[in-house]
T-cell receptor
Framework: QKEVEQNSGPLSVPEGAIASLNCTYS??????FFWYRQYSGKSPELIMS????GDKEDGRFTAQLNKASQYVSLLIRDSQPSDSATYLC???????????FGTGTSLTVIP | GAGVSQSPSNKVTEKGKDVELRCDPI?????LYWYRQSLGQGLEFLIY????????KSGLPSDRFSAERTGGSVSTLTIQRTQQEDSAVYLC???????????FGDGTRLSIL
C-alpha cells in the first residue's frame, strides 16, 4: 500500500464548477497535510496547508481533513481554466522527518 | 534569497560522466530535500537534511548518488557515472522545520545522452 494515494484522473470540470480532489494516507500519526499545484513543466507550488480536522478556506480553495478516516480533500470553487494543472497531496511522516507525495491528480477546466 | 535557487537549470551530458547539481535553500530554512521527477511521473524522494543531523538517505537509488550540505545551507547532489535512466528533473525543496510546508526550486532538467 502506498503511503499517499490519489486518483490520477484526469478530472475534467466545466468552468465555474466545483472541482473535488481527494487523497488518502496510511500513516495515522501524520500531522501535517499539504496541497501543491504543478503546472506542466514547472515545479510544485504550495497552495494549502492543513493541520487540524475540519475545513480550511482560502479564497476559492477549501481543504478538508478527516484524520479518523485518513483522508484529505481539496475543493476548488468557481473553477477557472487557469486551475488546469496536476494537484499533489503531501503528508508528513509520523516522525515528521519525511514527506510522502501522492502521484497527483490531473485537472482540466473546460472553458 | 527570496526562494529556493537551483543550478544549472538544464544539464546535458554524456553517459558515464559525473554531474553536480546545486541547491541554495531559502535563508534560515533548516530542512532541505532532494526529489527526482521523471516525465509524467510523481515525485521520488531522494534525500533529506535537517540541520546538523545525519541525513536521511533512504531514497537514493544507488551508490552512484550522493549529496552533501555544507554549513547547513547550500547542498550539492552528485551523480557519478551517469546512466540514461538518470534523465529526469531534479527538484530541491526547503522548509522551516521538518513538518512545515516545503518550497520548491525550479529544478534542474538533466538529460543523459
Amino acid at each position: 500500500q502506498k503511503e499517499v494515494e490519489q486518483n490520477s484522473g484526469p478530472l475534467s470540470v466545466p468552468e465555474g464548477a466545483i472541482a473535488s480532489l481527494n487523497c488518502t494516507y496510511s500513516d495515522r500519526g501524520s500531522q501535517s497535510f499539504f496541497w501543491y499545484r504543478q503546472y506542466s513543466g514547472k515545479s510544485p507550488e504550495l497552495i494549502m496547508s492543513i493541520y487540524s480536522n475540519g475545513d480550511k478556506e482560502d479564497g476559492r480553495f477549501t481543504a478538508q481533513l478527516n484524520k479518523a478516516s485518513q483522508y484529505v480533500s481539496l475543493l476548488i470553487r468557481d473553477s477557472q481554466p487557469s486551475d488546469s494543472a496536476t494537484y499533489l497531496c503531501a503528508v508528513n511522516s509520523n516522525t515528521g522527518n519525511q514527506f510522502y507525495f501522492g502521484t497527483g491528480t490531473s485537472l482540466t477546466v473546460i472553458p | 534569497g527570496a526562494g529556493v535557487s537551483q543550478s544549472p537549470s538544464n544539464k546535458v551530458t554524456e553517459k558515464g560522466k559525473d554531474v553536480e547539481l546545486r541547491c541554495d535553500p531559502i535563508s534560515g530554512h533548516t530542512a532541505l530535500y532532494w526529489y527526482r521527477q521523471s516525465l509524467g511521473q510523481g515525485l521520488e524522494f531522494l534525500i533529506y537534511f535537517q540541520g546538523n543531523s545525519a541525513p536521511d538517505k533512504s531514497g537514493l537509488p544507488s551508490d552512484r548518488f550522493s549529496a552533501e550540505r555544507t554549513g547547513g545551507s547550500v547542498s550539492t547532489l552528485t551523480i557519478q557515472r551517469t546512466q540514461q535512466e538518470d534523465s529526469a528533473v531534479y527538484l530541491c525543496a526547503s522548509s522551516d522545520r521538518g513538518n512545515q510546508p516545503q518550497h520548491f526550486g525550479d529544478g534542474t532538467r538533466l538529460s543523459i545522452l
